[in-house]
């Protein structure tokens, strides 16, 4: 069975950073590309971050890049997403999802298996 478990919300003040983890079972993160999307309240959902591991790449979307990093862990089947330089705006449910391709993917309707999400808060 697919599972993915998002982890790692929470408040956090304007400045501040926090990492999320999305904890993958069911399959290989080598094989897919696993993604870090989000959805503010009143906004569609965007993509934020991807990485597909077994290609070496990663893909950030512009009003994160330099502030978000994210990574894989293989052996523990995990992605990572360290966030620093939170802003307000940042303010939304993070999904981790994956989509099996060979490369990275940013095609929102590829992506068939998603985790929960869990909320990122940046307020002071």
Excluded at 59 to 83: C, E, H, P, W
Aim: glycine share 10%.
């Amino acid at each position: 069975e697919v599972q993915l478990q998002a982890s790692g919300g929470g408040l956090v003040q304007p400045g501040g950073s926090v990492r999320l983890s999305c904890a993958v079972s069911g399959f290989s993160i080598d094989d897919y590309t696993v993604a870090w999307f989000r959805q503010a309240p009143g906004k569609e959902r965007e993509g934020v971050s991807y990485i597909h591991s077994g290609d070496d790449g990663t893909y950030y979307q512009y009003s994160v890049k330099g502030r978000f990093t994210i990574s894989s862990d293989n052996a523990k089947n995990t992605v990572y997403l360290q966030m620093n330089d939170l802003k307000p705006e940042d303010t939304a449910v993070y999904y981790c999802a994956a989509a099996e391709t060979y490369y990275i993917t940013t095609a929102q309707p590829l992506y068939k298996h998603w985790g929960q999400g869990t909320m990122v808060t940046v307020s002071s």
